[in-house]
C-alpha cells in the first residue's frame, strides 16, 4: 500500500512538473506578444499622432498662401487697373501735344509774316516740346513699371502655385497614411486584448496548478514524516518485544 501511494505521489509530482512548465512557457510566450503588441501600438499611435499634427500645419500654412496670394492679386488688379486708366489719358495728352507741335511748325513755316514771329514760337514750340518729353516719359515709366509688376507677380503665383501644390500632395499622403495607422492601431489594441485575454487565462489555470500541487506536496510531506514516525514507533516495538522474550 505505502508503494502504491508513494507510486501515486511520484506521478502527480511529474504531472505537475509538466503542466507548471508547460504553463510558464505559455506565460512567456503570451507576454512576448503583448510586449510586442505594446511597443506596436506606441509606435504606431505616436506616429498617427504626429501625421495629424503636421497635416494640421500643412492646412494651416496652406490656408496662410492663399490669403497671400488672394492679397497679392487684389493689389495687382489694383494697379492693373489705374494703369490700364491712366496710359490712354497720357497717351491722349501726348497725342495733343504731338499735334499741337506740328500745327505750331506748319503754321509758321508758311509765309514770312509768320516768320517773323518765328521768335515768340520758338519759345512756344520749345516749351510744348520739353511738355512732350515729359508725357513721353512718364509713359514709358508707366509702361516699364506695368510690365515690371506684372513680371513679379506672375513669377510669385508660380512660386506659390508649385509651394500649394506641394503642401496638397503632403495632406493626401499624410492623411492616407494617418488612416492607415489608426486602422493598424485599432488591430494592435484588439490583437493585444485578445492575448491579454489568453494570458489571463493561463494564470488562472496556473494559480490553479500552484494550489493543487503545493498542497500535495504538503500532503507528501507530511505522510513520509508520518510514515517515518510509524516505522520508528514499529522498530520500537519489535525491539521491545524481542527484548522481553530474550529475557525469558
Same mark, same amino acid.
Given at each position: 500500500?505505502?508503494?502504491?501511494?508513494?507510486?501515486?505521489?511520484?506521478?502527480?509530482?511529474?504531472?505537475?512538473?509538466?503542466?507548471?512548465?508547460?504553463?510558464?512557457?505559455?506565460?512567456?510566450?503570451?507576454?512576448?506578444?503583448?510586449?510586442?503588441?505594446?511597443?506596436?501600438?506606441?509606435?504606431?499611435?505616436?506616429?498617427?499622432? &504626429?501625421?495629424?499634427?503636421?497635416?494640421?500645419? $500643412?492646412?494651416?500654412?496652406?490656408?496662410?498662401?492663399?490669403? @497671400?496670394?488672394?492679397?497679392?492679386?487684389?493689389?495687382?488688379?489694383?494697379?492693373?487697373? !489705374?494703369?490700364? &486708366?491712366?496710359?490712354?489719358?497720357?497717351?491722349? %495728352? $501726348?497725342?495733343?501735344?504731338?499735334?499741337?507741335?506740328?500745327?505750331?511748325?506748319?503754321?509758321?513755316?508758311?509765309?514770312?509774316?509768320?516768320?517773323?514771329?518765328? %521768335?515768340?514760337?520758338?519759345?512756344?514750340?520749345?516749351?510744348?516740346?520739353?511738355?512732350?518729353?515729359?508725357?513721353?516719359?512718364?509713359?514709358?515709366?508707366?509702361?516699364?513699371?506695368?510690365? @515690371?509688376?506684372?513680371?513679379?507677380?506672375?513669377?510669385?503665383?508660380?512660386?506659390?502655385?508649385?509651394?500649394?501644390?506641394?503642401?496638397?500632395?503632403?495632406?493626401?499622403?499624410?492623411?492616407?497614411? %494617418?488612416? &492607415?495607422?489608426?486602422?493598424?492601431?485599432?488591430?494592435?489594441? /484588439?490583437?493585444?486584448?485578445?492575448? &491579454?485575454?489568453?494570458?489571463?487565462?493561463?494564470?488562472?489555470?496556473?494559480?490553479?496548478?500552484?494550489?493543487?500541487?503545493?498542497?500535495?506536496?504538503?500532503?507528501?510531506?507530511?505522510?513520509?514524516?508520518?510514515?517515518?514516525?510509524?516505522?520508528?514507533? /514499529?522498530?520500537?516495538?519489535?525491539?521491545?518485544?524481542?527484548?522481553?522474550?530474550? !529475557?525469558?
Amino acid at each position: 500500500m505505502l508503494f502504491r501511494s508513494a507510486k501515486a505521489d511520484a506521478t502527480h509530482k511529474a504531472y505537475c512538473d509538466k503542466e507548471l512548465g508547460e504553463t510558464l512557457a505559455k506565460k512567456n510566450d503570451k507576454q512576448a506578444q503583448i510586449d510586442k503588441l505594446s511597443t506596436a501600438f506606441d509606435t504606431k499611435s505616436a506616429r498617427a499622432a &504626429q501625421l495629424k499634427d503636421e497635416v494640421a500645419l $500643412l492646412q494651416k500654412a496652406l490656408a496662410e498662401l492663399a490669403k @497671400s496670394q488672394a492679397e497679392l492679386t487684389s493689389i495687382r488688379t489694383e494697379e492693373k487697373t !489705374s494703369y490700364d &486708366q491712366n496710359k490712354p489719358e497720357m497717351e491722349s %495728352g $501726348l497725342h495733343a501735344v504731338k499735334l499741337a507741335l506740328t500745327m505750331l511748325r506748319e503754321y509758321y513755316s508758311q509765309d514770312a509774316a509768320h516768320s517773323k514771329a518765328q %521768335g515768340g514760337a520758338t519759345s512756344i514750340i520749345g516749351l510744348l516740346e520739353v511738355v512732350e518729353s515729359d508725357f513721353a516719359r512718364t509713359l514709358a515709366e508707366m509702361s516699364a513699371t506695368e510690365a @515690371s509688376a506684372q513680371a513679379a507677380y506672375d513669377q510669385v503665383t508660380k512660386e506659390n502655385e508649385i509651394e500649394r501644390a506641394a503642401k496638397e500632395r503632403a495632406v493626401e499622403y499624410k492623411t492616407k497614411e %494617418g488612416k &492607415q495607422l489608426d486602422v493598424a492601431v485599432l488591430e494592435a489594441k /484588439s490583437d493585444r486584448e485578445g492575448v &491579454q485575454a489568453e494570458l489571463a487565462a493561463i494564470l488562472d489555470y496556473n494559480k490553479h496548478l500552484m494550489e493543487m500541487c503545493v498542497e500535495k506536496a504538503e500532503t507528501y510531506s507530511e505522510r513520509s514524516a508520518r510514515r517515518g514516525a510509524e516505522i520508528a514507533r /514499529s522498530e520500537e516495538h519489535t525491539s521491545e518485544l524481542q527484548s522481553l522474550a530474550g !529475557s525469558r
